[in-house]
Nanobody, 121 residues
Framework: QVQLVESGGGSVQAGGSLRLTCTVS????????MAWVRQAPGNEREGVAT???????TYADSVKGRFTIFKDNAKNILYLQMNSLQPEDTAMYYC???????????????WGQGTQVTVSS
């Protein structure tokens, strides 16, 4: 039983920071692509960042230099550190995982329920 639970969202002013947490349970495979995906009202889902089985990370151009994806040493918690937040970052943020060595596509198998991030001007 794989479960992903996000937390850490909230409301901040532009320029502020938040750290999102995704706690993963029931996932035992060494093949692991983990990701943060966001969706704003009226918009399609947008991949934010990924981290693959060997720790390689990728970022959407819109968040490069501002967001950092990382895992703890136990490999059971995924984080997204978000700095210099902008109103355009306002969205529901989801964590997701799939059983692949690399994050070559966005077809994730398991999803969390999301955590809301709201950035005001």
């Amino acid at each position: 039983q794989v479960q992903l639970v996000e937390s850490g969202g909230g409301s901040v002013q532009a320029g502020g920071s938040l750290r999102l947490t995704c706690t993963v349970s029931g996932y035992t495979s060494t093949r692991r692509c983990m990701a943060w995906v966001r969706q704003a009202p009226g918009n399609e889902r947008e991949g934010v960042a990924t981290i693959d089985s060997d720790g390689t990370t990728t970022y959407a151009d819109s968040v490069k230099g501002r967001f950092t994806i990382f895992k703890d040493n136990a490999k059971n918690i995924l984080y997204l550190q978000m700095n210099s937040l902008q109103p355009e970052d306002t969205a529901m943020y989801y964590c997701a995982v799939k059983r692949t060595w690399f994050c070559a596509s966005n077809d994730y198998t398991y999803w969390g329920q999301g955590t809301q991030v709201t950035v005001s001007s």
